[in-house]
């Protein structure tokens, strides 16, 4: 097992958390302004990259299609990575299996390869910890498109030979996936194309606001029904990536855990207002600043508060985890109950090995409050389950050692740094 695979994280518990937490580009953003890049010949300029392991993976699917990837340094005035994409012509339409299994958002590039190309062969993503992860959504939508779609030897295969053509569809659940990658993928096609029950999470938006910036004709932006007149061509443009809202809520709950007052430097309130809301009623306190969201907290026990994980404007599946950590020490019983996603209480079992009580009945977990957690020896399952052991071990006494934390690092950038700067005791060791 090579280093990564075997690091480990130390948390010693205990103390609170003061000070300033950066917010960093969202992945989930980031991610598909990436792939936008497949619809132009020109420069797209991303600034605000988050420096992540899906990021990275993302940066190889796009230059094997025949994107040149540069950091453009002339200009300082990046808060933080700014990448340039630029692919002069798609040099293959086809996404390989081991590229694509190993991050998969990168089926997503599947929609601008058909509208630009005509053609793309994309392996199916396959699933994960969380669920099963079926693409029939986005599928069906292309086929309304006008693509012929087969599936062969694990791929799907589409084609388009005369180009996509405008249609109206409507989607049977508000996909994060389905949408933008039907979305961008409508922006090239003739005519004018209606998807109703769209998704709406501000990363969504920052994609359709992207490529408006770029030439498209979209109407309804952060809305469920987004119309879209194609257009022959886009141009490049320069977008900045929005603030990542569920590194912003995991911190808010590590503070409400710990206790503590901290900035969330850049994060906007209205991009995770239903879990901003939770956390108030739950006694922690909530302020909007200029420069982002304070939070403080004492660290005692706080007040138990029922969640629905919904899509946006709800409170998000990627909180959910985080949440449920920190109602394992609330004064009371929550009642947590996850429509997302069929498999995503894996952290639950690692929970229980800090002294947590937590019972799971199908979709459904009933959270009894404890006093205090103790400290184990954990493993990580998924992205965010992750790092809600981590803030687990915040509270916990004595020691917590987190394994498998290469999933930890594909979506949370410099999280031991930016943690151990408001006081917490958390290091990355080798084994
Ligand atoms: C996106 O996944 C995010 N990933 C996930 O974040 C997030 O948890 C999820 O949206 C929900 O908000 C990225 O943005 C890269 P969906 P996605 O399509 O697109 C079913 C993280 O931790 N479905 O909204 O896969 C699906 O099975 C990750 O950053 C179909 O049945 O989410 C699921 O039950 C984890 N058929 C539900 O819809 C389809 O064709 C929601 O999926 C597509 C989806």
């Not at 960093?24 to 598909?32: E, Y």
């Not at 302020?287 to 907290?297: K, L, N, T």
């Not at 909180?319 to 498999?343: D, H, P, S, V, W």
Request: proline share 4%.
């Amino acid at each position: 097992m090579d280093s990564i695979r075997m690091a480990k994280i130390r948390v010693v518990g205990g103390n609170q958390l003061n000070g300033e937490l950066p917010i960093s580009g969202a992945k989930n953003a980031a991610l598909p302004l990436m792939i936008a890049s497949l619809l132009t010949n020109e420069k797209l300029v991303l600034r605000n990259v988050p420096d992540l392991a899906d990021v990275r993976q993302l940066k190889k699917i796009l230059s094997n299609h025949g994107t040149k990837i540069t950091s453009p340094t002339e200009d300082k005035s990046f808060q933080s990575a700014a990448l340039s994409f630029e692919t002069p012509t798609i040099t293959d339409t086809c996404a390989p299996y081991d590229l694509v299994a190993a991050m998969r958002a990168s089926f997503w590039v599947i929609g601008p390869l058909l509208a630009r190309e005509h053609k793309a062969r994309v392996s199916l993503p396959g699933g994960c910890a969380i669920g099963s992860r079926p693409v029939d959504y986005f599928i069906n939508g292309l086929k309304a498109l006008g693509a012929h779609i087969e599936i062969d030897e694990g791929y799907v295969v589409a084609t388009a030979p005369g180009g996509l053509v405008g249609t109206m569809l409507r989607l049977p659940t508000p996909s994060v996936g389905a949408t933008p990658t039907i979305l961008m993928a409508a922006t090239l096609a003739r005519g004018t194309t209606t998807i109703l029950n769209a998704a709406m999470e501000p990363e969504i938006t920052n994609v359709a606001d992207c490529l408006v910036a770029m030439g498209a004709k979209i109407k309804g932006i952060g809305t469920r029904k987004l119309v879209i007149e194609g257009v022959k061509k886009l141009h490049g443009a320069t977008i900045d990536v929005v603030p990542d809202r569920i590194e912003a809520g995991t911190f808010a709950m590590a503070v409400a855990m710990t206790g503590g007052d901290v900035l969330l430097r850049n994060a906007k309130s209205q991009h995770l207002q239903a879990a901003l809301d939770v956390l108030q009623a739950s006694g922690v306190d909530i302020v909007e600043e200029s420069g982002g969201i304070r939070v403080r907290a004492t660290g005692e026990r706080l007040k138990a508060v029922d969640v629905e994980i919904d899509t946006f404007p709800g409170f998000p599946t990627d909180l959910q985890a985080q949440y449920m950590t920190l109602m394992t020490r609330a004064n009371g019983t929550t009642k947590i109950k996850e429509t997302i996603f069929e498999n995503r209480f894996m952290h639950v079992a690692e929970l229980t090995r800090f002294g947590a009580k937590i019972e799971i009945e199908g979709q459904g977990a009933t959270v009894s409050g404890v006093k205090t957690l103790k400290g184990a020896q954990v493993m990580a399952t998924d992205l965010r389950a992750s790092v809600s052991l981590i803030i687990a071990g915040l509270v916990a006494s004595g020691e917590t050692i987190v394994s498998r934390v290469y999933h930890l690092d594909r979506g949370f950038e410099r999280l031991e740094e930016k943690l151990s700067a408001c006081g917490a005791k958390v290091e990355r060791i080798n084994d």
